[in-house]
């Protein structure tokens, strides 16, 4: 069997498996004529045509061939940015509704209506921000060919929705991965501001992206707002601009920038003396990171914004500590808890457990936190909860269950038709359980109106979908068994969660598929197939020996349809 080389990196394959189709004997040698690949990657070949998680290398031919209908897994989303009734939503995906729109898409709220940002992007949105008519991304990617305005684009562009191109921001940060991004006009001067992390400046040759960095863009070019001898353990998660003072903010797991004065999780910039100063008190325990954070009316709190993340305590000045509970108000002059905080009960052991806070979003009197939480303050709550900052409580939420097992990752304020703010957000729903999650069927993406919550995106066949990934693949005749991490075949058509069978036409579900599974190693025993991976919802705790990450052997009985448990080991014995 001969194989071109393949470059991993180039083609961004995570993991390998491969299958061989049926072999031909000629004379004394046998040849293979088809071999599918499977893994986690995107091949793009001449022509512009791809290949997604599974492929076939034609050994007569010497070329790839994609396998149609391609399974097709749940996307990401990671940041909402709205702009009046114009919702522009980012993250890791290929389509949302049947419509072609990589990792970014624009939602009218009031039509119901999608549209794309001319192909979008190859790779990860992480940020987006909107300013006038003109919409800005930033993450780890590359623009789609066809959209190549002027220049090339390395992980940070705007898109004008006017004149619907692409600008580059001269060349953008290449080799860096950016987590959070701002933007503000002052002037009529346009700044961008970006974190994340770039190659270190004193590597040489091809260096990852390990060495974290916050950079401004302006009419002039690039700037830096973090000197090279910044702690490389820092991480900044995130960088907001206070629409009421102009002042930026940076957020996240540091104690010094550039060697200044400590700064402990959240600093704010001085333009006069470039560089980052403290925010009165500090959070200053070990082990703290803000994750978001967003500013209030001066109407309603004057010089006063809530931030979130994982924050357990601080010190305040005179040395006593506050307990934070993952959420912080500045009041003007000094840091306090907002409403006790949020706080999480783990399902499984009815214990506390890892709470945090990954979104801040403040409307008038009403500040929405989202993440991962079964609590707020003294009442129940559901990965979501509103805090009135008038009455000094948290406000109970209708039918918030549907977000039992969904982390809140991004949310911001649009309007509905008669021109009244209404929140939308977004999460992926998971089963969580202690010291694992498994990702399930779809990304939630939802709307907050007249105190209800209504799912945008209902079914997931029309949800926000990716390129599927393939762990295993087995060969029993003329079919290829194939496993990993997908819900759909290519066509939108019928669900096949996790593992599904290729005839060489068409895919096929065995059964009702696996929910949540995470496959990672086929077998065929006559009509059996076995199956291994991580499978939710079957999982098993044996409480003397602790609730981990498990590995559950399953048997899908063809002539039965039907699966039947096997056999549970624990992953760690393997």
Known sequence: MRLPHMCIGEFGIFSLTIAVWAGLCFGNQTMVPNVYVGGDFT?????????????????VHQKWNSVPNSPKSVGMLNAIAANGSKLYIGGQFNEVHKLKANSIVSYDTVSHTWGSLCDGVLGTI????????????????????ECESSGHVNNVASFNVVTRTWDHLDSGLPGAIVDSLAVQSVANSTYVYLTGLKPDPKCTGLCPPTFPFISFHDAAGWHDMASSDTDPSNRYTVI???????QVYVGGSFRFIGGHAPLFNLALWSPNLAQWTTVQSIFNFPGNTVYDMDFI?????????VVGGY?????????????LNNLALYNGSSWVPL???????????????????KEVNVMGELVFVGGRFSRAGDLESNNVAFFNLTSQDWVMLANDTRFFNTIIYTADFGVDPNGNPELFVAGQEQLTFTYTEFTVDMVIFSRFRDNVWMDEIANPLEGFLAPGSIFALAQNGTDIFVG??????????????????????????LGNGLLGANIRTLAIRGDTVFVGGQVARLRVCV?????????QVQMPQPRRTAWIKHQCFRCNLF
């Open 126 to 145: 992480s940020a987006v921000a909107v300013l006038g008519d003109v919409v800005y991304i930033a993450g780890n990617f590359q623009l789609v060919p």
């Open 543 to 551: 409480p003397s020996i602790g609730c981990g990450c498990t590995i």
């Open 43 to 59: 091949m793009y070949l001449s022509g512009g045509a791809s290949i997604n998680g599974i492929g076939s290398w034609d050994n």
């Open 297 to 305: 009316d001066p109407a309603i709190c004057a010089d006063c914004m």
């Open 484 to 509: 990993g991490k997908f819900i759909t075949d290519g066509s939108n058509q019928q669900l096949i969660r996790n593992i599904a069978k290729w005839d060489g036409d068409t895919w096929s579900p």
């Open 311 to 323: 924050l357990q305590d601080y010190y305040g000045p005179n040395g006593t500590m506050t307990i």
């Open 339 to 357: 409403g006790s905080g949020v706080t999480h009960v783990s399902p499984d052991l009815c214990v506390a457990d890892t709470a945090y806070v």
């Open 240 to 246: 907001a601009v206070n629409p009421y003072t102009e």
